[in-house]
């Protein structure tokens, strides 16, 4: 960003708590943002294989409640335009 003349620049880490149904539901919407793009790296056969092996994984985390909650790593960057 200073690169490109920006100032104050700072950047946010935080984590949103993420709640799934399942490691299914968890696997689709990774589908819907910027994640699909390691999904379609992969070959459709390789694809399936890892998405079954990380919805069993994830359904072993549900809480008492028989929900799954996830940290989710949320990185924001804000800066200013400098004043002339």
């Known amino acids: 960003m200073a690169g490109a003349g920006f100032v104050d620049a700072e950047v946010i880490e935080e984590d949103l708590l993420i709640t799934v149904e399942s490691g ?23 694809a399936r294989e890892l998405a079954a092996g990380i919805a069993r994984r994830l359904d072993t985390l549900r809480g008492a409640d028989g929900v799954i909650t996830l940290p989710t ?5 804000r800066a200013r335009a400098p004043r002339d």
């Open 24 to 46: 299914e539901q968890w696997v689709r919407w990774t589908r819907t943002h910027g994640m699909r793009r390691l999904w379609d790296r992969l070959a459709e056969q390789e």
């Open 73 to 77: 790593p949320i990185v924001s960057m």
